[in-house]
């Protein structure tokens, strides 16, 4: 929810005069804007965010805490917080 406040008041150069929200492709700038977008992340997840190999099958997507930024001990893999974990998604797919 963040992202569509910030998008309304912060962007980037050149892309003053494109239109808000969904309306941005509509634009030919915001249509240029948008397949640079969509061509980096392919780029970036084909090319650098792989997955590892020779994982075990509970832990293939796990890609642990982005946050955490590789300080001190890791969060989250406590049973208690898996568990934590997989409730609060179950209720926010309902």
Do not use: C
């Not at 946050?67 to 917080?81: D, I, Y």
């Amino acid at each position: 929810s963040v992202g569509a406040v910030v998008q309304h008041y912060v962007q980037f150069g050149g892309y003053e005069k494109v239109p808000k929200g969904i309306f941005a492709i509509t634009d030919g700038t915001g249509l240029t804007g948008f397949a640079q977008v969509f061509v980096l992340s392919g780029v970036l997840e084909f090319f650098f965010w792989k997955e590892k190999e020779n994982v075990p099958v509970d832990s293939i997507g796990d890609y642990g805490n982005p946050a955490q930024l590789g300080q001190g001990r890791p969060l989250g893999v406590s049973p208690e917080m898996k568990a934590r974990e997989l409730e609060n998604g179950r209720a926010a797919m309902i």
